[in-house]
């Protein structure tokens, strides 16, 4: 029937739909089969430029079709799907909207072939990911939605800036590997970094995304950091800075992990741990790296979404949403838990499960090219994963002490989000060979070496080990944990203040004395121009032609000297 | 009190045995070892026992890392409300 159409456009007229349709069952088969057609779409998109445009003379490529690019779009409809079944009776219409649109968003990124196509659908993500974050409904969700669509405007401008100054220098918008060297092409990459949560400014994600509503934050986990991972794979593979960048990322995201109370903040940290896996990957660049890079990415929307469905869950069963208001849950919300143990495990790279046979494939780049410090970085990341995530999550939510409440488990619908997405997981460790054919380059990795398996295994059950000896250690506090955004969210503010109270006595001084000379200069004017003036007084008729004529006389004379 | 409370998960009698049980696996992992030989990339991590050891350490590490910047960066969770 339809041999092409842009993939992203079936999510955008299901979004329509779903804004138009009042009939709630209607609507929920919409958001459910929207992404479905989507995928269908993804999957007929063939390799190289297959749709232009034009915009001010500009040739565009709308459509751009290649292996990587697919797998990005593939798991981006995948999530768009399971988010609605998990989604579609329990969030406001408004958010499936936005979810909808943001999923396009993410669909057109991975497809766009130049860098104005990029820029447009990565604003569409940045605009409606703010509104997914705003149906959280509460005044904390509306603030911190502010200062998330503050960031991703800001970075977005950068991002522009970048691309009209490469378009100048080099006259084209190709999406080509570039290295970062110059003014644009370092805009470019910061652009994106602010998206990949890279520092300093990472702060956005663990600020908005736990403030989003239980369903939204399913959403929000998936498509931001990815899509910008998706671009970095496509701009900057092999930029050796970006292996620092990511190893701090890794860290930055178990410490704060590790100091954090709330439960979904938890899984916010963690993300940036795990985009900062792909974010090495990236900078290593080889085609071992790039495959790990982007199979991490496919695990982990997978996993990183089943994480915030099943604390969704908790987080809408109970009201409460800090580790030290629940615990025990164990006892009434069995699928929700075991759903979030697979996904920890999951996320901690255990044998049998997708990280394992996904993030190796890191490792394994890193090996490669004889980079020890970041093998071993990594290793120590992978443990310290497993403790921030693998166990803390599922431990103090699901165990821990009885906090006495008795919620009821999932609704049938998430159930059914949270088993698929649990059987995916398992699914991708056991049978990798279901995911490698579809990655950029060919496969030649075995994660299942028996050596292997158990270095991974002593690796991480001594860090379970390490997790109870040193639980007094890690007792949840009522704490936040100060980042980068104090400087806008405090300091700046008490900046204001500051100079407000010392500049404010030299204004005044510097007020008054204004004052003074004003009331000088009104007096001498009252003086000279008021109806007793000189000026301002009536003279005669005579004096006033005798003045002309003296006045004409001085000019006539200058005009004959000069 | 009802079924749930006492839960046998919660037993002390199950805990115990919970951490035998897991010690015993932990050893298990560890001799392994002599069986099915770790291959190494970068010499010692081919050591007996090597992963074990650096999983633990990692950990230990990481907590009273992140203990020591708690202590600077932790605040009330009401710090930005007032």
């Given at each position: 029937m339809f041999e092409m159409l842009p993939p992203a456009l079936a999510l955008i007229g299901g979004a329509l739909l779903t804004a138009l349709i009042s009939s709630r069952q209607l609507r929920a088969l919409v958001v459910i089969v929207a992404p479905l057609i989507c995928l269908y779409f993804i999957w007929q998109v063939p390799d190289g430029v297959v749709l232009r445009g034009e915009f001010l003379g500009y040739p565009l490529e709308l459509v751009e079709g290649g292996p990587v690019r697919r797998l990005f779009a593939t798991i981006f409809a995948i999530m768009s799907a399971t988010g609605a079944v998990f989604a579609f009776n329990h969030a406001r219409r408004t958010e499936l909207v936005a979810a909808q649109l943001y999923a396009a968003g993410a669909v057109g990124v991975s497809f766009a072939g130049d860098l104005l196509t990029l820029f447009v659908f990565w604003e569409i993500m940045a605009l409606f990911s703010t509104v997914v974050v705003w149906c959280g409904g509460t005044e904390k969700a509306r603030a911190a939605g502010v200062r998330y669509a503050i960031m991703h405007l800001l970075g977005g401008v950068i991002l522009k800036v970048g691309i009209e100054g490469l378009l100048v220098t080099t006259?084209?918008?190709?999406?080509?590997?570039?290295?970062?060297e110059d003014f644009s092409t370092w805009m470019i990459l910061i652009g994106i970094l602010i998206n990949a949560a890279a520092p300093p400014l990472s702060s956005w994600l663990s600020d908005a995304y736990p403030t989003a509503s239980p369903t939204g934050s399913v959403f929000l986990s998936a498509f931001t950091t990815k899509t910008a991972i998706l671009a970095l794979i496509l701009l900057f593979p092999g930029e050796s800075i970006l292996v620092g960048i990511g190893l701090f990322m890794v860290f930055y995201g178990i410490f704060y992990a590790l100091l954090e109370n709330d439960i979904r903040r938890i899984l916010a940290f963690s993300i940036v741990n795990q985009v900062g896996f792909m974010v090495v990957a990236v900078g290593i660049g080889t085609e071992t790296a790039i495959n790990g890079a982007s199979a991490h990415a496919f695990a982990h929307i997978i996993y990183k979404a089943l994480l915030f469905m099943s604390a969704g869950v908790?987080?809408?069963?109970?009201?409460?949403?800090?580790?030290?208001?629940?615990?025990?849950l164990f006892r009434t919300m069995p699928v929700t838990m075991w759903c979030g143990v697979i996904g920890a495990l999951a996320i901690s790279s255990f044998p049998l499960t997708s990280g394992?046979?996904?993030?190796?494939?890191?490792?394994?780049?890193?090996?490669d090219e004889g980079l020890v410090t970041v093998y071993f970085l990594l290793a120590a990341?992978?443990?310290?994963?497993?403790?921030?995530?693998?166990?803390?999550?599922?431990?103090?939510?699901?165990?821990?002490?009885?906090?006495?409440?008795?919620?009821?488990?999932?609704?049938?619908?998430?159930?059914?989000?949270?088993?698929?997405?649990?059987?995916?997981?398992?699914?991708?460790?056991?049978?990798?060979?279901?995911?490698?054919?579809?990655?950029?380059?060919?496969?030649?990795?075995?994660?299942?070496?028996?050596?292997?398996?158990?270095f991974y295994l002593q690796l991480l059950l001594f860090s379970g080990l390490a997790f109870f000896l040193l639980l007094p250690w890690m007792k949840r506090t009522l704490t936040i944990s100060l980042d980068v955004d104090w400087l806008w969210r405090r300091g700046l503010p008490v900046l204001v203040q500051f100079v407000a109270r010392i500049g404010k006595p030299p204004v005044v001084a510097a007020r008054r004395r204004l004052q003074h000379g004003v009331d000088l200069l009104t007096a001498s004017a009252r003086h000279t121009m008021g109806h007793t003036g000189p000026l301002g007084r009536s003279w005669e008729i005579g004096t006033t032609a005798l003045w002309i004529v003296l006045l004409l006389m001085v000019y006539v004379f200058a005009y004959y000297l000069f | 009190?009802?079924?749930?409370?006492?839960?046998?998960?919660?037993?002390?009698?199950?805990?115990?045995?919970l951490w035998i049980i897991g010690y015993s696996v932990l050893a298990m992992t560890v001799l392994l070892q002599l069986l099915i030989p770790v291959k190494g990339y970068f010499g010692v991590d081919s050591w007996f026992g090597f992963g074990a050891l650096f999983g633990f350490l990692s950990c230990v590490l990481m907590v009273f890392g992140a203990k020591f910047i708690g202590k600077l960066l932790k605040r009330p969770e009401d710090y930005y409300d007032v």
């Open positions: 006259g084209s918008l190709d999406i080509r590997p570039l290295a970062a908790v987080v809408m069963r109970t009201g409460k949403h800090l580790c030290t208001d629940v615990g025990g394992f046979t996904t993030k190796t494939l890191i490792s394994q780049a890193a090996v990341a992978s443990a310290g994963v497993f403790l921030h995530a693998g166990i803390k999550f599922p431990w103090f939510v699901f165990f821990q002490k009885d906090s006495g409440l008795r919620p009821d488990d999932a609704p049938w619908n998430m159930r059914i989000a949270m088993l698929f997405f649990a059987f995916l997981c398992i699914l991708i460790g056991v049978y990798p060979q279901l995911l490698y054919p579809l990655l950029p380059y060919a496969v030649d990795y075995h994660p299942y070496k028996p050596g292997k398996v158990l | 009190m009802t079924q749930s409370d006492n839960h046998w998960l919660t037993r002390p009698t199950t805990i115990r045995w």
